[in-house]
T-cell receptor
Framework: DAGVTQSPTHLIKTRGQQVTLRCSPK?????VSWYQQALGQGPQFIFQ???????QRGNFPDRFSGHQFPNYSSELNVNALLLGDSALYLC???????????????FGQGTRLTVV | LAKTTQPISMDSYEGQEVNITCSHNNIATNDYITWYQQFPSQGPRFIIQ???TKVTNEVASLFIPADRKSSTLSLPRVSLSDTAVYYCLVELRTGGSYIPTFGRGTSLIVHP
């Protein structure tokens, strides 16, 4: 079991560009969440996907969008990059359980995005 | 403003018990409280999860009072390899909905 895999591991982009980050969930998981972690801070929730739809969204602008594919993998897209978007982007997968929104999540190693 | 509060840092010595408390107001009534461990340049790793009272697994215990406005992670007999940042994760009411919210993390340093 490969666990949660993210690609790429590191990325450098120029301000104003667009970026796509990818995540493959742990085998058997159907829910993918994305987090942004700035240096020295805790992860901040961006959004969560289940059944190919955005189920929850944190306080992030519309420049942040996502997608979930039928195989449960997911992409995070960020448009019009700002210097402040530089962070570690984490993907977490979990199994949806009816009646609760907070089940054990497995995190990937993250993608380190640097905007210059 | 709904938020979680944890001590920024803690120091301990090998073999001691470490207790880290997270305070969280406006917690969702039907969700678990979860704690994660994170090493530099890695994603958070699940430690323990609970809803109320006490939960224990092979690595930690979690104490949750009846009002669920705080939780305490207990690490028995820490070792050098327990040096890491520890986060609590709860669902907090933000605006009109509950969203997963990590604390700012507690940096634990274990000394020989």
């Amino acid at each position: 079991d490969a666990g949660v895999t993210q690609s790429p591991t590191h990325l450098i982009k120029t301000r104003g560009q667009q970026v796509t980050l990818r995540c493959s969930p742990k085998s058997g998981h159907d829910t993918v969440s994305w987090y942004q972690q700035a240096l020295g801070q805790g992860p901040q929730f961006i959004f969560q996907y289940y059944e190919e739809e955005e189920r929850q969204r944190g306080n992030f602008p519309d420049r942040f969008s996502g997608h979930q594919f039928p195989n449960y993998s997911s992409e995070l897209n960020v448009n019009a990059l700002l210097l402040g978007d530089s962070a570690l982007y984490l993907c977490a997968s979990s199994l949806f359980l009816l009646g609760t929104k907070n089940t054990e999540a497995f995190f990937g190693q993250g993608t380190r995005l640097t905007v210059v | 403003l709904a938020k979680t509060t944890q001590p920024i840092s803690m120091d301990s010595y090998e073999g001691q018990e470490v207790n880290i408390t997270c305070s969280h107001n406006n917690i969702a009534t039907n969700d678990y409280i979860t704690w994660y461990q994170q090493f530099p340049s890695q994603g958070p790793r699940f430690i323990i999860q609970g809803y109320k009272t006490k939960v224990t697994n092979e690595v930690a215990s979690l104490f949750i009072p009846a009002d669920r406005k705080s939780s305490t992670l207990s690490l028995p007999r820490v070792s050098l390899s327990d040096t890491a940042v520890y986060y609590c994760l709860v669902e907090l009411r933000t605006g009109g909905s509950y969203i997963p919210t990590f604390g700012r993390g507690t940096s634990l340093i274990v000394h020989p």
